[in-house]
């Protein structure tokens, strides 16, 4: 039997929230299927754009979730139960204000740390799935969080993701792994 892996990347869909930070889940997503399934994006009802590629001998599928942010959790139960993939077999992509930008961090199960996309996964889904925790920075103020998240990255900042995107992309073996943290040093360094 073939290992099916889940990788889900967390953000809004639609136009508008392209370029955000919290879309940057979605964006990752994006990368690893342009290397693996170009151009192979299907919507799957109104749940989730996917796209599956065979890799290394093991079905991946590659999920953006259409309930937006808040309801991630409905998509990644819905994709868990459809293709009977195990929970730790889920990697979730998803911004991190706590980090700094750029920075990664890469660990399997833990709290949702108030991100409201990890707490929908945690409540439906359950929490042992592998988290890749993007750092986008935090704004000055606590007020501004939410207009933070919701704005686009600047231009110096997309450089910088698109060279973790690089990385990433280029390191898929190390990612669909049984240890994907392993990816982290390459990211950071």
């Given at each position: 039997m073939v290992e099916c892996l889940l990788i889900v990347g967390l953000g809004n869909p639609g136009f508008e929230y392209e370029n955000n930070r919290h879309n940057v889940g979605f964006q990752m997503i994006e990368a690893i299927a342009e290397s693996v399934a170009p151009n192979s994006f299907k919507k799957m009802s109104q749940?989730?754009?996917i796209s599956s590629c065979f890799f290394e001998k093991k079905k991946i599928i590659l999920a953006k979730p259409l309930t937006f942010m808040n309801l991630s959790g409905r998509s990644v139960r819905f994709l868990i139960d459809f293709y009977?993939?195990?929970i730790d077999k889920v990697i979730i992509f998803h911004?991190?204000?706590?980090?700094p930008f750029g920075r990664v961090k890469i660990k399997k199960g833990g709290g949702n740390g108030g991100h409201n996309g990890l707490k929908s996964i945690d409540n439906?889904?359950?929490?042992?799935?592998?988290?890749?925790?993007?750092g986008v920075g935090r704004p000055a103020e606590k007020s501004m969080v939410v207009s933070y998240v919701l704005g686009n990255f600047t231009q110096e900042e997309f450089e910088k993701l698109n060279d973790i995107k690089k990385i990433i992309s280029e390191n898929l073996s190390i990612l669909v792994s049984n240890d994907p943290k392993k990816l982290e040093s390459l990211i950071n360094s």
């Open positions: 749940i989730a754009e009977k993939i195990p911004d991190d204000i706590d980090l439906l889904a359950g929490t042992d799935y592998w988290r890749v925790r993007i």
